[in-house]
């Protein structure tokens, strides 16, 4: 079953260099939110220069041709709007939200940051500091300085183990003419996709779009392979100068478009997926060993990462142990009963519903459905594939996956 109006709002065109534009008209907001998505991240840097995508994400702030950082900044919130951006492994999008009316100078100021950029020299030692600073405040968050533990002994050997934020010398070692060669090799019209959501006309988008960005050139370019090394399981122990203890149980987890995804997706629910799971319920409702347990599900575009994560203390670790493997066998043993798996899918399809109020978050889902699906998945879709799980496919599903040799387990103490 299709929703054919949500289909009819959205709209894609392909300039004839390879730029992708995609649109969702929503004639119930005044908004528009605007995003240029690069298809590239922190696994398309090599070693030496781990961190740069992240780093150009923050240098694009600082200066075009014909603007100052300042005249960036304020360009949007004078009229209402803002700008920001984000870099993840996989990919980098710079947008901006405002009132509908703006949608012009939204497209004008993006576009102005991704094609003439000008990397002033003191702004690109400045922003050094700022970028190792960003590190060093992960490292004193416990929680965050774990995860970057476990990602990188994960995919050990493989770009995906790196972290976003690069190294501090990797980083300190960035000049001027490493952002243009990047942004050469990385930033070419077949890479870009611009995603817009809100009240908006998509030829009038797509008008925009070209005017800016037809006149660069069209080229066809393979992604290098990146075959993952073999799992090796290796439980990591660390201390830091802190209260609580930390733990992850996780493994590799499932890409984008694996067929198993949706059983994995409420079986995740179930598990962690808010203060009535099964996890929260027995190991803090019940037992009171932890303020926060909560379970992780990532995809990317060949792997993913899935989890538990709890903070507790060092003396309920073990407890808390035997807790999260009782669970997971109890899963495997047991088909989820009718009600739980029927609340389990209430939940995620109200926060689909609950998503589509954001046009930020359409402009997101309209973007992702792109970049890994090639066309836009509908709600309903979405829905049906969710609806159609049934108990015994998840417990079939999580007899192979939750097994103990594919887990791996990350734990930070405290010293002494």
């Known amino acids: 079953m299709k929703n054919t109006q949500e289909i009819d709002f959205v709209n894609k065109s ?23 998505w690069v298809k590239t991240g922190g696994r398309h840097e090599t070693e030496s220069k781990a ?3 992240h780093f150009l994400e923050h240098m694009l702030f600082k200066g075009t041709d014909s603007r100052s950082s300042y005249d960036i900044a304020l360009s949007m919130e004078s009229v209402g709007g803002y700008l920001n951006a984000f870099t993840s492994s996989e990919y980098t999008c710079y947008y901006s939200r405002c009132v509908n009316t703006q949608l012009d100078k939204a497209l004008d100021v993006l576009s102005d940051m991704v094609l003439h950029p000008s990397f002033p020299e003191d702004e690109v030692e400045k922003e050094k500091k700022v970028v190792i600073e960003e590190m060093k405040m992960y490292r004193d968050s416990p929680d965050d300085f774990l995860f970057e533990a476990f990602n990188s002994k994960i995919f050990e050997g493989h770009e995906l183990g790196r972290p976003v934020l690069g190294f501090e010398d990797s980083v300190s070692a960035f000049s001027r003419q490493d952002l243009y060669d990047y942004m050469k090799e990385r930033y070419y019209a077949g890479n870009l996709l611009i995603s817009v959501a809100g009240n908006v006309d998509h030829d009038k988008v797509v008008d925009l779009v070209s005017s800016y960005f037809d006149k660069l050139e069209k080229e066809n370019r393979e992604e290098k392979e990146q075959p993952l090394p ?44 808010g203060m009535s799971s099964r996890l929260h319920q027995n190991v803090r409702e019940k037992y009171g060993y932890c303020y926060s347990i909560q379970t992780f599900n990532q995809s990317y575009t060949d792997t ?3 989890g538990i994560y709890v903070g507790t203390d060092k003396d309920y670790v ?6 999260i493997l009782k669970e997971l066998k109890i899963m495997q043993n047991e088909p989820i009963p009718e009600k739980e798996l ?14 589509q109020e954001s046009t930020s978050n359409r402009m997101t889902r309209l973007a992702k459905s792109e970049l890994y699906f090639g ?18 496919q998840i417990r ?21």
Request: glycine letters at 6%.
């Open 342 to 355: 029927a609340e389990a899918k209430s939940q995620l399809k109200g926060k689909l519903l609950l998503s």
């Open 230 to 273: 073999a799992f090796q399981k290796e439980d990591l122990k660390l201390t830091k100068p802190i209260e609580q203890t930390h733990y992850i149980y996780g493994r590799r987890g499932l890409n984008y478009d694996d067929d198993d995804k949706y059983l994995l997706l409420l079986a995740n629910t179930v598990l962690g997926g």
């Open 375 to 392: 066309r836009f998945v509908t709600l309903d879709e979405l829905v049906e594939n969710i609806d159609s799980v049934t108990s015994e």
């Open 51 to 53: 961190g740069i995508t």
């Open 396 to 416: 079939d599903f999580v007899q192979s996956f939750f097994v103990d040799e594919h887990f791996m387990e990350a734990i930070l103490l405290p010293e002494n």
């Open 14 to 36: 392909t300039l004839k260099n390879g730029l992708r534009i995609v649109t969702e008209h929503i004639d119930s907001v005044k908004s528009v939110t605007v995003g240029i």
């Open 318 to 323: 073990d407890h808390v142990r035997e807790l």
């Open 304 to 306: 993913g990462l899935w």
